[in-house]
């Protein structure tokens, strides 16, 4: 069995006094990949957000355990600063700061200091994985990105953080066949090169088609319902979530 990294027990989170997440146990280790479906409204990014404490989601009981650590015990910052990376459904601009900048502070966040000319080297290595022209290097972060160009800086930041566990919430959403290919390359190289683990939240199965799934999880209304292995991502590709909505 894998060194468990994430020990999610009995979540229950609310946002905006409503009650999300009733009871949620999930157990990820170390290189694993999960994919976490469900429906639109069933809680999946609440779950996400929670994981990272986002301020707009409030933990009522439960424990959420990472790297043997108590998460709910850290702030945001110290929870990324642990390895704990999200991307986001619509990522933000931040006019003013530029990708490469945004990148270099967020990696030595992590404790490593690396000079310009080498981590100009080492972003540029990752870049040509996911086909991307160095001259967005130089542009504000998301800022007049298309949404696969922003997609395409994500994946960026995943392949250069390599993350202890990287949470991915519908990464695929509203991109066209080649973005999405673009972005299951940059994951695919992620979880081929690194002993990372990987979150995938999604409704739909496009991103999965080349990555290699360990297990499924479906969530419907706040509480996770069914468990499986990749069969599961197959079997919910061709029926839908049907069965479990009548359940």
Same mark, same amino acid.
């Given at each position: 069995?894998?060194?468990? !990294?994430?020990?999610?027990?009995?979540?229950?989170?609310?946002?905006?006094?409503?009650?999300?997440?009733?009871?949620?146990?999930?157990? !990820?280790g170390?290189?694993? +990949?999960?994919?976490?479906?469900?429906?639109?409204?069933?809680?999946?990014? +609440?779950?996400? *957000?929670?994981?990272?404490?986002?301020?707009? *989601?409030?933990?009522?009981?439960? $424990?959420?355990?990472?790297?043997?650590?108590?998460?709910?015990?850290?702030t945001?910052?110290?929870?990324?600063?642990?390895?704990?990376?999200?991307? /986001?459904q619509?990522?933000?601009?931040?006019?003013g700061?530029?990708?490469?900048d /945004?990148?270099? #502070?967020? *990696?030595?966040?992590?404790?490593?200091?690396?000079?310009?000319?080498? /981590?100009?080297?080492?972003v540029?290595?990752?870049?040509?994985?996911?086909n991307? =022209?160095?001259?967005?290097?130089? $542009?504000?972060l998301?800022a007049?990105?298309?949404?696969?160009?922003?997609? @395409?800086?994500?994946?960026?930041?995943?392949?250069?953080?390599?993350?202890?566990?990287?949470?991915?919430?519908? #990464? =695929?959403?509203?991109?066209?066949? =080649?973005?999405?290919?673009t972005?299951?390359?940059?994951?695919?190289?992620?979880?081929?090169? +690194?002993?990372?683990?990987?979150?995938?939240?999604?409704?739909? #199965?496009?991103?999965?088609?080349?990555?290699?799934?360990?297990? #499924?999880?479906?969530?419907?209304a706040?509480?996770?319902?069914d468990?499986?292995?990749?069969?599961?991502?197959?079997? !919910?590709?061709?029926?839908? /979530?049907?069965?479990?909505? @009548?359940?």
């Amino acid at each position: 069995m894998s060194e468990e !990294i994430l020990n999610v027990s009995s979540l229950k989170v609310n946002a905006s006094e409503r009650e999300i997440l009733r009871g949620v146990d999930l157990k !990820i280790g170390k290189g694993e +990949t999960h994919v976490l479906m469900g429906p639109n409204g069933a809680g999946k990014s +609440t779950l996400g *957000y929670a994981l990272m404490g986002h301020p707009s *989601y409030e933990v009522t009981s439960g $424990r959420i355990g990472f790297m043997g650590e108590d998460l709910l015990d850290m702030t945001p910052d110290k929870r990324a600063k642990a390895g704990l990376f999200l991307s /986001f459904q619509n990522p933000v601009e931040v006019p003013g700061v530029s990708l490469l900048d /945004f990148l270099r #502070t967020a *990696y030595e966040q992590k404790g490593e200091r690396i000079s310009l000319l080498k /981590f100009r080297k080492l972003v540029k290595e990752k870049m040509q994985i996911l086909n991307m =022209d160095e001259s967005y290097l130089e $542009r504000s972060l998301n800022a007049g990105f298309s949404g696969g160009e922003k997609k @395409k800086a994500e994946i960026l930041q995943l392949l250069v953080l390599e993350p202890r566990l990287a949470i991915l919430d519908e #990464t =695929d959403s509203g991109l066209d066949v =080649d973005a999405v290919k673009t972005v299951s390359v940059g994951v695919e190289h992620f979880q081929k090169e +690194t002993e990372g683990s990987l979150l995938i939240i999604t409704h739909s #199965t496009r991103i999965l088609e080349s990555l290699k799934v360990d297990k #499924t999880h479906v969530m419907v209304a706040g509480k996770i319902v069914d468990n499986g292995g990749p069969e599961l991502v197959e079997e !919910i590709n061709a029926s839908g /979530f049907e069965k479990y909505l @009548k359940e």
